[in-house]
């Protein structure tokens, strides 16, 4: 089916033509008619599935519809019709690209707000008047507290990645928020997953939502080759390294569930000669979209990040997506799995589990109905030796290096050769 099956306006048909979308996603196909008809939406779907579009696209046509034929006659400066809260400040930025992309013949205007960077030019670009706002928690309530903010005039208001929103402990600010939104508006609600919280959170703030569920994770899942090594959590730096010694691990985004891990595995990587380098919220934003874009681009190898900080993260062509902890969450795993493996190519993704999260990975093999293939032969089984002193044999027994083991090469080969004939 075309876009303009689902009666969307010449300007942003055009639009969606230069950016070479030829029919809607099954979310847009759902999601954008009930939009349009003014309806609460309940939208269950993750990232890559092209969420951002099936709000972006009837929002824009809404407010379009809405303007003064003559914007120039109109007196005082705009106000903010539409907001978009989002969890983290990339997908802020991603979705700040999207309303460029498709409203760039609509004349309406929109500017994104996040922490971690100066609040002037965000203020400037507030002061000069917009028609939509994109923004994170904190930074939205700072300056709805300084008075850059006002949100009585929102009509479309758009809660995005509520699942997240939860896991980040902003559901406290969220409710802020929305205390401050007129009761009178229409409302999006999206969230990967559902939890009872999640519901509950919902239910207070949406009004006969129509409900809309795309389920990506399932196909995404099957088309991703995985594995899980059992290995002591001291020895998973060792193991880290000489599976990375695979020159077919072309970019690995390796997932961490702390920031201080993150930024260990990263210094371990690099000493051990591995282009890396890592994302995560203690990092400056400029830090962190250098780092993206060099590994978008394939300058940089291997991208250390936490869940939070790699929320939203869309690189084409990412061949492996390791797990060094495994997520206490297990819908957390098919997230992160799901950055590789996009538009049907092939993925790999690689577990790490320890003995403490031999739960975690109870609990996965659950939600995706299948037990992931254990990897048996690898130099470092988890044994009856127990976490740490297996290391410290390792490094006295072999000069020290992970280099110096004999059966690591023959052991790789057999990993490589077992993948290949999978
Ligand atoms: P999202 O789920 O919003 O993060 O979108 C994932 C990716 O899909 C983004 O790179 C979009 O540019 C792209 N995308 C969204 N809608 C379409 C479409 N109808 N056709 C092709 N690509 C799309």
Avoid at 48 to 76: D, M, S, Y
Avoid at 241 to 264: C, V, Y
Avoid at 374 to 390: R, Y
Wanted: aromatic share 6%; net charge positive; with cysteine.
């Amino acid at each position: 089916m075309p876009f303009k099956n689902l009666n969307i306006i010449e300007p942003i048909l055009r639009a969606l033509k230069t950016e070479g979308y030829t029919k809607p996603t099954p979310i847009q196909e759902q999601a954008i008619p009930i939009v349009l008809e003014g309806k609460d939406l309940l939208g269950c779907a993750q990232t890559g599935t092209g969420k951002t579009a099936a709000f972006a696209i009837p929002i824009l046509q809404i407010l379009r519809g809405e303007q003064h034929p003559e914007p120039h006659l109109i007196k005082g400066p705009r106000v903010i019709k539409s907001l978009i809260l989002t969890p983290t400040r990339e997908l802020a930025v991603q979705i700040g690209e999207s309303f460029t992309a498709y409203g760039r013949h609509t004349g309406l205007r929109h500017t994104v707000v996040f922490g971690g960077v100066s609040q002037h030019a965000q203020t400037n670009a507030l002061r000069s008047g917009i028609d939509i706002l994109i923004a994170t928690p904190g930074r939205l309530l700072d300056l709805m507290h300084q008075r850059f903010i006002h949100l009585q005039h929102v009509k479309i208001f758009v809660l995005d990645e509520a699942d997240r929103m939860l896991d980040m402990g902003f559901i406290v600010d969220v409710k802020k928020i929305v205390a401050k939104l007129p009761t009178q508006r229409q409302t999006l609600f999206f969230s990967a997953t559902m939890p009872t919280e999640i519901q509950r959170l919902a239910n207070t703030i949406l009004t006969h939502p129509e409900k809309v569920a795309v389920t990506p994770p399932a196909t995404t899942v099957e088309a991703i080759e995985q594995s899980v090594y059992f290995v002591a959590k001291s020895d998973k730096r060792l193991l880290l390294i000489h599976l990375l010694k695979d020159k077919s691990i072309e970019s690995a985004l390796i997932f961490t569930r702390t920031k201080h891990l993150a930024d260990r595995i990263t210094r371990d990587l690099v000493q051990a000669g591995v282009n890396a380098d890592a994302i995560h919220g203690n990092k400056s934003q400029n830090a962190r979209q250098r780092a993206l874009n060099s590994f978008k681009l394939k300058k940089l190898r291997v991208l250390v990040a936490t869940d939070i900080a790699a929320r939203g993260i869309d690189v084409d062509n990412l061949s492996h997506v390791i797990n060094y902890e495994l997520p206490n969450i297990a819908e957390t795993y098919v997230h992160r799995i799901g950055r590789t493996g996009r538009a049907g190519l092939s993925g790999v993704a690689i577990s790490f589990c320890d003995a403490e999260e031999k739960p975690y990975l109870r609990a996965i093999n659950r939600l995706i109905s299948k037990t992931i293939p254990v990897v048996e032969d690898h130099p470092f089984p988890l044994s009856h030796i127990g976490p740490g002193k297996h290391q410290d044999e390792v490094v006295k027994g072999v000069t020290g290096t992970v280099r110096s083991f004999g059966s690591l090469k023959a052991s790789r080969r057999k990993w490589s050769g077992a993948r290949r004939g999978r």
